[in-house]
């Protein structure tokens, strides 16, 4: 079976999709699912290229096991709307610039990451990067729930479901 592309995407490409990026693999790899998967991110701007995620998300990743201090920030090419089956943003304005972006025929594989939290009960992941440390704990919260829905929809399995309440 072909592999799952999955592109997070955020604006800056150094706090919440790297985080995805991260949380999502080791969601994957946790329940052995990791080879159905190809994960990148980007961000929407070019502030950042080149650079590693922001030392506080690093930290906040670190605290839950995940390490993401191997990643480097690139900008999204057009490239990748062909490339990748999903292009999952973290928050409406993403959604909006993306979609904005994008050729016809790729706008349905951009998602809201939250789409797989339904029960979040928002469709943002909050931008932390001008607040504090909560703020990348928050985020943590929110894309690890969507990290087991997502995992859980496009696998069919509901052992990620049985994991997030257990
Ligand atoms: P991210 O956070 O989109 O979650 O990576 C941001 C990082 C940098 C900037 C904005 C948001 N910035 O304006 O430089």
Known sequence: M???RILFVCLGNICRSP???GVFRRVAEEEGLIDRFEIDSAGLGDWHI???PDHRAQKAARSRGVDISSQSAR???DEDFERFDLLLVMDRSNYAELKARAPHEARAKIRPFLDFAPHVGTSDVPDPFFGGTEGFDHALDLIEAASRGLLASLT???RAKVKRSG
């Open 2 to 4: 072909a592999a799952t």
């Open 50 to 52: 080149g650079q590693a």
């Open 19 to 21: 985080m995805a990026e």
């Open 156 to 158: 069919g399995e509901d």
């Open 75 to 77: 900008q999204v090419v």
